[in-house]
């Protein structure tokens, strides 16, 4: 994106009703970084990954979390391009709905799983999945001022992102490698039981 590659224009189209003169249509085209949906389709679904194997999530909540991430971000990218305000906010709207879906994965699930863990691995997971969603919230905002209602220039739309992205992804990662050592879990078995060692079977048990 840095050097001009990755963005296209969308073509909106808005459209005016007069009474008494002829409607006025008014075409704008504004820049499309569709690079950085590509990115977050990406990193979106490993960052909730990190927090779903952090927490002991069980494999059908990982599914569903992840699933309503890449709808998310498909239709966000839907919505940049829509050509109306109808189709971009319609777009919108049922992306809020998946990120909601998300929410619910991560506080009821993924606190539901993280109590039969450690104390400290409950913390972790309440500090580090709450500042998550506390950025992940920012994004739809940024969208809404910037993209959707077109209040922001693509010029501070950017700096906005930026700014989140560097702080959900790499103060999230570092921050998630220095508690590691304090807080390792063991992905055994975590499919079916989570990431405890509950319902694991061995080679060589008895029953």
Same mark, same amino acid.
């Given at each position: 994106?840095?050097?001009?590659?990755?963005?296209?224009?969308?073509?909106?189209?808005?459209?005016?009703?007069?009474?008494?003169?002829?409607?006025?249509?008014?075409?704008?085209?504004?820049? @499309?970084?569709?690079?950085?949906?590509?990115?977050?389709?990406?990193?979106?679904?490993?960052?909730?990954?990190?927090?779903? !194997?952090?927490?002991?999530?069980?494999?059908?909540?990982?599914?569903?979390?992840? @699933?309503?991430?890449?709808?998310?971000?498909?239709?966000?990218?839907?919505?940049? !391009?829509?050509?109306?305000? #109808?189709?971009?906010?319609?777009?919108?709207?049922?992306?809020?709905?998946?990120?909601?879906?998300?929410?619910?994965?991560?506080?009821?699930?993924?606190?539901?799983? @993280?109590?039969?863990?450690?104390?400290?691995?409950?913390?972790?997971?309440?500090?580090?999945?709450?500042?998550?969603? @506390?950025?992940?919230?920012?994004?739809?905002?940024?969208?809404?001022?910037?993209?959707?209602?077109?209040?922001?220039?693509?010029?501070?739309?950017?700096?906005?992102?930026?700014?989140?992205?560097?702080?959900?992804?790499?103060?999230?990662?570092?921050?998630?490698?220095?508690?590691?050592?304090?807080?390792?879990?063991?992905?055994?078995?975590?499919?079916?039981?989570?990431?405890?060692?509950? #319902?694991?079977?061995?080679?060589?048990?008895?029953?």
């Amino acid at each position: 994106m840095a050097t001009g590659d990755g963005n296209s224009y969308a073509h909106i189209v808005i459209k005016e009703a007069h009474k008494h003169v002829p409607d006025t249509v008014e075409h704008i085209f504004r820049q @499309v970084f569709w690079a950085r949906y590509i990115d977050w389709s990406v990193t979106t679904p490993l960052l909730l990954l990190d927090l779903a !194997f952090l927490a002991g999530m069980d494999g059908a909540s990982i599914i569903v979390a992840i @699933v309503a991430d890449v709808i998310m971000v498909l239709l966000g990218l839907f919505a940049a !391009f829509g050509k109306t305000d #109808g189709q971009k906010w319609g777009y919108y709207a049922i992306a809020c709905v998946a990120y909601l879906v998300i929410v619910y994965q991560l506080v009821i699930s993924g606190r539901r799983a @993280v109590m039969s863990k450690n104390s400290s691995t409950s913390r972790l997971f309440a500090s580090i999945g709450g500042f998550t969603l @506390v950025l992940w919230t920012l994004y739809p905002i940024v969208w809404a001022i910037g993209d959707g209602a077109r209040k922001w220039s693509v010029d501070t739309e950017i700096v906005a992102y930026a700014v989140l992205d560097v702080l959900a992804k790499p103060v999230f990662g570092f921050w998630l490698l220095f508690a590691h050592t304090r807080n390792a879990s063991s992905v055994e078995g975590f499919w079916s039981h989570g990431l405890s060692s509950e #319902g694991t079977l061995r080679v060589g048990d008895d029953e």
